[in-house]
């Protein structure tokens, strides 16, 4: 009896084994819409940009080749949702600001106030390292790389609080500058979510 247990214990164990060798890991959706051309599915890219740090440095696309990265819109002078989202931000940059494949990018959409000193010294006093741009740039650029690579929502309007109206989310681009994610930035489950789906994407 207890040789036939001990049998039935090893088979168990070798299926579970087995199965979870070929268990294929977890994988990030694809986000956008794809084009389809024969076999192969193309989803939309993050188009080429160019703008300004806070270290008066030039970033594109070249800046964050074969890394992944974060993104969101913000501006300073914000009353609402981005101190917010800056604080959650800031939770996700702290556990990966010593990991050279994971970047991160803010873009302001205030171009006008958030001058390049303006978001140094933004960065100084929160003491966030070149690991993360705080990026400002032609207005109509900004709010073009929004609306038609990230999909995002950035625009003026006299009548909201702060005098814009722009996106609350967090954007997870992988190495090839696919979306893979999108976030709620106010919203600390979400956080934890962008954290899990970062490791995912990691693995890949």
């Known amino acids: 009896m207890y040789i036939c247990q001990m049998k039935k214990i090893v088979l168990t164990l070798f299926l579970c084994i087995l199965f979870s060798c070929n268990q294929k890991p977890d994988k990030l959706p694809f986000l956008g819409n794809p084009v389809v051309n024969g076999k192969d599915t193309i989803y939309p890219k993050i188009h080429d940009f160019s703008f ?8 594109t696309n070249k800046t964050f080749e074969n890394k992944i990265y974060v993104a969101d819109f913000i501006f300073l002078s914000c009353p609402t949702i981005c101190p917010k989202m800056h604080t959650e931000l800031s939770s996700v940059y702290n556990i990966y600001k010593n990991n050279p494949n ?3 990018i803010s873009h302001t959409i205030d171009p006008e106030h958030d001058t390049v000193e303006r978001l140094k010294a933004y960065t100084k006093s929160n003491k966030i390292s070149n690991k ?8 109509d650029s900004i709010y073009s790389i929004a609306t038609k690579s990230y999909f995002a929502t950035a625009y003026n309007d006299s009548k909201e609080p702060g005098g814009y109206v722009h996106s609350g989310g967090f954007l997870l681009i992988d190495k090839n500058r696919h979306i893979r994610g999108v976030y709620d930035g106010t919203n600390p489950e979400e956080t934890k979510r962008l954290i899990r789906d970062i490791k995912v994407l990691l693995s890949e």
């Open 52 to 59: 300004i740090d806070q270290d008066s440095i030039t970033v």
């Open 102 to 104: 994971i970047l991160f």
């Open 132 to 139: 993360w741009h705080f990026v400002t740039g032609n207005r």
